[in-house]
């Protein structure tokens, strides 16, 4: 192990000499080497073999390598910029996924025209403005996070390296988590080893031991099990390339965790600087994805571990939906890619329910307009899509599902199996055995009362209720006192229709109110 010369302490790679040097990646953790990388060539060589590696990175050194082309093809003052250009695209071919090493060569070939010096200055321009950048990301990634979960210590988990030696300085992903222990907010840090070249437990194990953040080592496979036995409060990870809708591409697996982390109602961040998006890709399924050698999944060093001539898949990167992202943070911005999706499936939902209601004018009384909702539960899908909807919007905040009598039942019971919360049903008087909470209530056409047993929720629980229809909001905000009388904490209330015009939404103010569609009262 060694130290970066002290005027490029922390830098990964940088311009010395008419050379770049580079932190060897491929030697860590056992030992700590620089790359002098002189030619072209060399360069192309080092990041196809991942001694340079890191989307930001690898951007620099694109920059780079059309500096040494330069120096390369320049004879008697003059610079031969076909050859140069040429080198050029060679270099920007050297790995497809990262949108960065294109965008690096772009920005150093146009300063050919302002003659040598300006390649190597722009190159160097660029180091500088990626430490800072990072260091911006990394600021409002933390405090992106400490808003998610503002009164602990975090259990964090991460995917690859998204550390210095990814960037020219500080890191993505890591720098945000990095900056998270520097405020004390870190229990621990869960380093996927990262299959097949253990980035993770290679590269950022060595990263967080060198900041002296606490971790653990995780194997891939086992990340999804440490989420559901309640190990992870949030998950981030880097970026390789963002389409314009906010999928990205990121180091193989990255996908498979966000899943997971969806599915526990984890928050799943990407921490990625402005150059990763291609505004140019509309959404994911145009990313090249990177496919390497078979010898990297079927030999672990010299020797081998798989049958001769077993077949191998083995892509460096997958693409994760923006869907499953709670959100993408830059230097300059936080992006909520699953908010988009969610408003977008939302507008989905309230259609298909607003199409399928039906209205009856005076029942059960004069001046009443009964909203019929038979046909929504008939409808196949709906109320699955609507549970889906309801999880999302409320994830990981409710640890138990309480259902109003009667229709309230139908959504309640649907939404407690599809997240694997209990249900607690509320009752009309005289239906429940032993002791009871009880509220009285005003309905839109009279007056009635809810009942809850006394035990049959926890104190201190997150509780959401649900119904069918709010008018006046009686009855959920019955509901609501019942889960207080128990003690327990109101996460939120949620309707399949809302009848607008009816004072329902306002007495629930207090409460976070989730309406699947309104209609006119």
Known sequence: MGALRHEHHGFSLYWEDNAVMAVDQRALPQ????????????????????????APAIGLAGAFGVALSVRTHRTAGAVDEDSVRADAARIADARPTAVNLAWGVRRAVAQLPNGPQAVVDEAMKMVAEDAAVNSAAAARAADLVESLHPHRPLRLLTHCNTGRLATAAVG??????????????????????????????????????????????????????????????????????????????????????????????????????????????????????????????????????????????????????????????????????RDAHREQRAELIRSRIVGLLEAFPDYPRPGVVYQDLSRIYAEPGVLDDAADHVRDHFSGRFDRIVAVE?????????????????????????????????????????????????????????VLCVDDVLATGGTLLAAAELVEASAAEVAGSVVLVELSGLPGAERLKAYDLLSLCEVAA
């Not at 009285?440 to 926890?458: K, T």
């Open 31 to 54: 030992r700590f080497e620089l790359l002098r990388l002189e030619s072209v060539d060399a360069l192309i060589d080092a990041v196809r073999v991942l001694a340079v590696r890191g």
């Open 406 to 462: 009667s229709r309230g039942f139908v959504m309640g019971a649907v939404l407690a199996a599809r997240c694997e919360v209990p249900l607690t049903l509320v009752r009309k008087p005289g239906k429940l055995p032993g002791a009871v909470h009880s509220v009285g209530y005003a309905l839109e056409y009279g007056e009635d009362r809810l009942e809850v047993r006394q035990g049959a929720i926890a104190p201190g629980e997150r």
């Open 172 to 337: 993505t992903a890591l720098g945000g988590i990095i900056e998270l222990r520097r405020r004390g907010r870190v229990a621990e840090v869960l380093v996927d080893e990262t299959r097949p070249l253990l980035q993770g437990s290679r590269l950022t194990a060595w990263e967080l031991g060198e900041a002296e953040v606490p971790y653990r080592i995780c194997v891939d496979s086992a990340a999804a099990a440490a989420m559901s036995r309640g190990m992870v409060d949030c998950v981030l990870v880097g970026a390789d390339r963002i389409a314009a809708n906010g999928d990205a591409a990121n180091k193989i697996g990255t996908y498979g965790l966000a899943v997971a982390a969806a599915r526990h109602g984890i928050p799943f961040v990407v921490v990625a600087p402005e150059s990763t998006w291609d505004p140019d890709l509309p959404d994911g399924s145009g990313i090249p994805i990177e496919e390497r050698e078979a010898a990297e999944v079927t030999g672990d060093a010299d020797a081998a571990v798989a049958p001769a001539g077993a077949g191998v898949f083995n892509p460096a990167f997958d693409v994760t939906p923006g869907e499953l992202i709670t959100a993408i943070v830059t230097e300059d911005r936080v992006v909520r890619p």
